[in-house]
């Protein structure tokens, strides 16, 4: 997918985030996030949250909201097109402020899933969203008995 954008644009930047959990032996998101660290890709990491609810189970949390917002808002005067790889209707004012500085923004997502990935109002305000399932001949790979 890195190489199929930067045959479309000029890239700048690529960036992945996620939550780690620490002190694990080992994390199957540990193998991907090094993939990714050597690959051409920013990882921007941050603990696990743990807590309590209100039923009294142990509940993890690792949201990334404010660490996107931050990295779009500090490069978009640099910029001329942002490609947001969520659905999330919580991003739909950060486009809208990066939108107001001149800047281009598609949201890569899908309206497909049952329920849908993408939240309406992100991708009304988006100027382009691609649809993640219109990709998969350019992407996806052959299904095998052992996927289905």
């Not at 947001?84 to 950060?94: E, P, T, Y």
């Not at 500085?101 to 049952?114: A, C, F, H, I, R």
Request: charge should be negative.
């Amino acid at each position: 997918m890195l190489e199929w954008f930067a045959e479309q644009s000029q890239l700048v930047r690529v960036y992945y985030y996620t939550a780690v959990v620490e002190g694990e032996e080992f994390s199957p998101v540990n193998p991907l996030v090094d993939w990714l660290g050597y690959n051409g890709f920013t990882v921007v990491t941050k603990p696990v949250k743990r807590f309590t609810d209100a039923q009294g189970h142990s509940r993890m949390k690792g949201n990334m909201d404010v660490e996107i917002a931050v990295d779009v808002m500090a490069l978009a005067p640099k910029l001329d097109h942002v490609v947001l790889a969520s659905g999330d209707g919580d991003f739909r004012r950060l486009v809208e402020v990066v939108q107001a500085m001149g800047v281009k923004v598609t949201v890569l997502s899908s309206q497909k899933t049952q329920p849908p990935h993408a939240a309406d109002d992100l991708r009304r305000q988006a100027d382009d969203f691609i649809e993640l399932f219109d990709l998969l001949p350019v992407f996806g790979r052959a299904r095998t008995p052992r996927d289905a």
